[in-house]
């Protein structure tokens, strides 16, 4: 297999074709954010928290480093400003949360402390998901079935059980390690272990 070399926050790195620029970062032990990406799942880039910037030639830009793959003399930089508004903006819209949780953690890290896009009107209690979709996908791509989707659309969008298929859901149980937002743990109790 080819490998490309390339730099990260200064650091070279030499990786073989086909791998992501967040997969080479870590592989320096840089750490960069994410909610949606998990290594069973096919890449997504659907949280956009892992956005880095790029430079090619004299030309820089931000890109989605969990889908990006890397380059020969690609120069990366993973905590510039341009970078670090974007993920504020990000988090921003993820607010307001559950009390703890990865996103409460990521936005202290990145000093947000409220959202200025919170709407009027009634509310529903917070829950710490993110939409990032980890059920959905680790339920089609490594488990073949198709539980657990989405339902609604822009602010009403929701993780929901497939009519008639809940049970399937409670006692298969295999995505709720991986969920960022421990709602999955709030349907156990819903559906509980049968004797």
Do not use: H, W
Not at 95 to 118: C, D, M, Q, T, W
Request: with cysteine.
């Amino acid at each position: 297999m080819n490998t490309v070399t390339l730099t990260i926050n200064g650091q070279q790195v030499t990786a073989n074709e086909g791998t992501t620029v967040l997969e080479a970062a870590r592989s320096l032990g840089i750490d960069i954010p994410t909610l949606c990406a998990y290594d069973e799942l096919e890449p997504a880039g659907v949280c956009r928290l892992c956005m880095v910037e790029i430079k090619q030639g004299k030309k820089t830009r931000l890109v989605t480093s969990c889908v990006y793959p890397v380059e020969n003399g690609l120069e990366v930089q993973t905590e510039t400003d341009r970078v670090n508004q974007n993920r504020r903006m990000l988090l921003e819209l993820l607010l307001p949360v559950a009390p703890s949780g990865p996103i409460n953690a990521l936005a202290k890290r990145y000093g947000v402390e409220k959202s200025r896009f919170e709407l009027d009107g009634p509310k529903e209690a917070p829950t710490n998901c993110s939409l990032c979709g980890l059920c959905v996908r680790y339920c089609e791509q490594v488990k073949g079935e198709f539980v657990v989707g989405f339902t609604g659309r822009g602010v009403n969008r929701k993780v929901a059980l497939v009519a008639g298929k809940g049970d399937e859901c409670a006692f298969c149980r295999q995505c709720y390690s991986i969920c960022n937002s421990g709602r999955f743990v709030e349907m156990a109790e819903v559906f509980p272990d049968q004797p």
